[in-house]
């Protein structure tokens, strides 16, 4: 392995794994703890792909731990290739996923003029949607730099 | 150039920048066909975004056909460079946009029970949508040649 920060069995991947975990779960708490998510499909789906996030973003971390500490240079192409196809595929959908529900409380806002937004309910909405959008971010981060080092193979 | 097919200043790579172009163009007749998207700020995004996608595609439909007519191989990778970037954040924003449409219009379906959804408007909204989806599938094409071959040079 040449070293390339951020990519699979590096301390910068290990870094971004835990990332993406710890606000995929802060958005899918935000979504859960009230139980009104399920009549919106935009929300169904921020819960089902933070539900995909989170063991492929934990997994990936135990695989960087293992190759920080036990220093096994495991860089086979295949198993590269398809850690960078569940990367994209989930980043796409989790970004997919936030802006849905970015916009779909927007517009709960702005139809009902507050009479839907009870107390806390549409502030929690978008915590979560910002969480989501944050995960995003790092699995991006993460599958750039593993295609680029695939390419670079 | 090494002849990636899909690369800038290739055939594939005319092709998909034309694909774009034709569907931003289609989302952005459809939605704006009828004057109530500014209402929305999902909308707004969407409309926003295919217009600056089409003048992003239709360029470099020029530069590729300048490319493949003139035989001049202008492989520079700054050039590519900043072309693979545009290509990314507007791929990305092209999700962004379709995904929170797509919800803004089943949302809209749904509370109105149909009252809101007079004739064929939600039917636009949601071909608008299903088009600004197929464009960001092309421009996502476009950009991964674009990375591989700036990865492999």
Redesign the interface.
């Known amino acids: 392995m040449d070293e390339l920060p951020g990519a699979l069995g590096t301390s910068a991947s290990l870094a971004l794994r835990l990332g993406q975990a710890i606000f995929s779960i802060a958005s899918l708490l935000f979504m859960c703890l009230d139980v009104e998510f399920y009549s919106?499909?935009?929300f169904c789906?921020l819960v089902t792909i933070m539900g995909l996030v989170i063991p492929w973003s934990l997994t990936l971390a135990m695989v960087d731990t293992f190759s920080i500490f036990v220093k096994r240079p495991s860089c086979q192409s295949r198993i590269l290739s398809i850690v960078v196809m569940g990367d994209w595929i989930l980043s796409?959908l989790s970004?997919?996923?936030s802006?849905?529900?970015?916009?779909?409380t927007?517009?709960?806002m702005?139809?009902s003029g507050g009479s839907f937004c009870r107390a806390k309910l549409c502030g929690r909405y978008q915590l979560s949607a910002a969480m989501a959008f944050l995960s995003w971010f790092l699995s991006?981060a993460s599958s750039l730099f593993n295609?680029?080092h695939l390419?670079?193979l």
Do not use: E, G, N
């Open positions: 919106y499909t935009a789906f796409f970004l997919a996923a802006s849905s529900s970015a916009s779909v927007d517009l709960l702005m139809v991006l295609l680029w390419a670079s």
